[in-house]
């Protein structure tokens, strides 16, 4: 374990759990590296990140190289990060193995991006949300909008993570 400092002014602090290693092998630097076995960042909770999701956005640089790990292959995808989420209410920002299209859970309702990314290369995923959707962008262009998504309370630690072997994020 080990602590890690937000630079900006929210100070969402994490800590390492498993084999996460952080190194300058990101797109930006200090990219976190994730073996598969039970690699995560977590963030404390924050009053603030429950209840709508409205005026927030997500985003992450992501190097994925698919589902290279058979200790779970019924996952059938990459998480990036998660709040909550499973078959519970929560969010959820995953890499689909089976078609590489980005998927954004919010309380088990899904919503995938129409174009795909490629493996092995670096890509930047945002999802943004207002009072009237959640828009999913891929490479700065806007791949996906959902007009039927509401985010409702969680009281989760915020997650990054990969399920999957030699994942960067």
């Known amino acids: 374990s080990g602590g890690l400092v937000d630079l900006s002014s929210w100070s969402n602090n994490g800590s390492k759990a498993g084999g996460v290693v952080i190194n300058s092998t990101g ?18 909770n924050e009053a603030r990140w429950d209840g709508s999701v409205s005026g927030r956005s997500f985003s992450a640089w992501v190097y994925w190289k698919g589902n290279t790990n058979s200790k779970y292959p019924y996952l059938n995808g990459s998480t990036i990060l ?17 078609d590489s299209k980005v998927v954004v859970r919010l309380n088990n309702t899904d919503k995938q991006s129409a174009g795909t990314i490629s493996k092995n290369a670096w890509h930047h995923i945002a999802v943004t949300a207002n009072t009237s959707h959640v828009s999913i962008y891929i490479d700065g262009a806007l791949n996906a909008t959902n007009r039927d998504i509401i985010f409702l309370p969680v009281n989760h630690k915020l997650t990054i993570k990969s399920y999957h072997h030699n994942q960067l994020y």
């Open 27 to 44: 797109y930006w630097k200090n990219a976190s590296w994730y073996d598969g076995n039970g690699d995560y960042i977590n963030v404390a």
């Open 82 to 98: 998660s709040k909550g989420g499973g078959s519970s209410a929560g969010f959820q920002i995953t890499l689909k193995e089976s």
